[in-house]
């Protein structure tokens, strides 16, 4: 079965402080990871994704195979950053269907 | 920069009538989603669309749901028979090739009373 956790409903920080969504999953095989962003009255967007090994906006994530994570850092927090994140998988034989967390409302006070 | 489309944005149904929510994907992605969303749950994802034939489907997409590309430019979803559990956002995307980025709609809200 293929599962996304984000452990966290909520999550709020000072700007400037770091930030670290957290997101695990639950899938026998080799997934693809993403996470998704969506600021207020926006759609969903791709921010990034784990096969990319990019940063954007600032934002990186690591794929860690051994603690099945795939936690969304950023060192510096911009009040801009305020959005709802969902982290999402994508299993690796042929399937197109995205799994979706459960999203964490991130909040940053200035 | 091309977006997904959505049409309508709210929609409210009794329970038991048949809704269409419409879709206008990016014009040279060739694959179609519908997810949703019940109010303070999950996005699920309902079915993909390739090639005028559903090419994967959630097991919530039973006989009450059908999807349709009736021209060159739409992407419907169809419930037949509203349940109120069927109340959801309603989010449409389109990729332009099989696993490449997803672009999603805003939403259809629906609510079935």
């Known amino acids: 079965a293929q599962r996304v956790t984000q452990p966290e409903k909520l999550l709020s920080v000072f700007k400037g402080a770091p930030v670290e969504l957290k997101c695990n999953y639950s899938y026998s095989g080799s997934p693809e990871l993403f996470w998704y962003v969506q600021y207020s009255r926006q759609r969903l967007q791709l921010l990034l994704r784990h096969i990319s090994r990019e940063s954007i906006k600032g934002f990186t994530a690591d794929l860690n195979k051994g603690e099945t994570s795939f936690h969304l850092k950023k060192p510096f927090a911009q009040e801009e950053d305020s959005a709802m994140y969902y982290c999402a998988l994508r299993g690796r034989q042929g399937a197109q269907k995205l799994v979706f967390g459960q999203g964490t409302r991130l909040t940053i006070n200035p | 920069e091309p977006e997904v489309t959505q049409t309508p944005s709210h929609q409210v149904t009794q329970m038991g009538q048949e809704v269409i929510l419409r879709c206008v994907p990016i014009?040279?992605?060739?694959?179609f989603y519908w997810y949703r969303q019940i109010l303070g749950q999950k996005v699920e994802f309902l079915v993909s669309?390739?090639?005028?034939?559903?090419?994967?489907k959630s097991e919530i997409f039973d006989d009450q749901f059908s999807v349709e590309r009736p021209d060159g430019s739409n992407f419907t979803l169809k419930i037949r028979s509203t349940k109120l559990e069927d109340s959801a956002m309603y989010f449409c995307a389109s990729s332009e090739a099989i696993r490449w980025t997803q672009y999603f709609g805003p939403g259809t809200r629906l609510l079935v009373l």
């Open positions: 669309f390739y090639n005028n034939e559903i090419s994967e």
């Open positions: 014009s040279n992605h060739l694959y």
